[in-house]
């Protein structure tokens, strides 16, 4: 893939380009912006959350020149309501993890008995609104397969804890994920991989627990822009740039 090439330098009190991104993304993104706008000069507006709530937002009109989703879905659907939308492409993958509290004790082995536990609160995203939580259901479809009536377990006890308009907002300064973990809202979450990552770099008592093969749920990151948007087209260019997957990779993610 060749290399993007700098942006031409914006002309004084230009429109910043405005990039709405799913809230995954946050870190690297926020890094990403800084040595694009070094580079280019070209000055970004990074608007973050639940994929499925900023394409929402998008369709109702407001000006987003680049979306950048933790699914292929979103991106798609804006992508096929009147050409306006380029085709997404893919950006980054991700995986679910089981961020845990010490006190299950959880291991990629005993995950899915400590999930179907009745007296263990087990979070997630919110479906449709945010692709984490359509990946937990999948990994909830993927447990039926392996003990009989674990869907119907776990589709009627998940606690959706992010990814809506109503779901808890940490208090400035907290990640999400950690500070719901520190306040017992659940005892595992199943969030990306990085996301617990970061939550566990954050409050290292916690636990960062693979899902087991059986259960395993990968995240394909999608991408689009307008179409005729030279400046957003060629952020886009640069967002699947060795330089950039660089740093998606250092928080990670891995290749498109």
């Known amino acids: 893939m060749a290399q993007a090439q700098p942006a031409a ?15 995954s993304l946050r870190e690297p993104l ?14 970004l507006e990074l608007t973050f959350g639940a994929s499925g709530l900023l394409r929402e937002r998008i369709e109702k009109g ?6 950048a989703s933790a699914d292929m879905q979103h991106p798609e659907k804006l992508a096929s309501a009147g050409g306006a939308w ?40 919110t479906p449709k609104a945010d692709p984490s939580g359509d990946y937990a259901w999948d990994l909830f479809r993927r447990a039926d397969a392996v003990v009989s009536g674990a869907y119907a377990v ?21 990640g999400t994920y950690a500070w719901l973990m520190d306040e017992g809202r659940a005892d595992i979450f199943l969030t990306y991989c990085t996301n617990a990552i970061s939550a566990a770099k954050e409050v290292p008592r916690l636990n960062v627990v693979a899902v087991p ?11 689009t822009a307008l179409g005729g948007d030279a400046a957003a087209l060629r952020f886009v260019q640069y967002l ?13 993610f891995g290749a498109p």
Do not use: H, W
């Open 240 to 252: 699947r740039s060795p330089a950039a997957q660089a740093v998606f990779g250092s928080f990670g």
């Open 62 to 67: 407001e000006p987003a020149q680049v979306f």
């Open 86 to 125: 380029k085709k997404p492409v893919r950006m980054v993958s991700n995986k679910l993890c089981a961020l845990a509290s010490p006190a299950v004790n959880a291991t990629s082995a005993n995950l899915l008995t400590l999930m179907l536990n009745p007296a263990i609160k087990v979070g997630t995203s």
């Open 30 to 43: 926020i890094e990403i912006a800084r040595a694009y706008e070094a580079a280019t000069g070209v000055k």
């Open 154 to 174: 776990l589709d009627a006890k998940a606690l959706k804890l992010t990814g809506s308009a109503s779901t808890p907002q940490p208090p400035a300064g907290r």
């Open 213 to 223: 093969p059986a259960l395993e749920v990968g995240a394909a990151y999608g991408l």
């Open 9 to 23: 330098s914006p002309s004084a009190g230009a429109a910043p380009l405005r990039v709405y991104a799913a809230g």
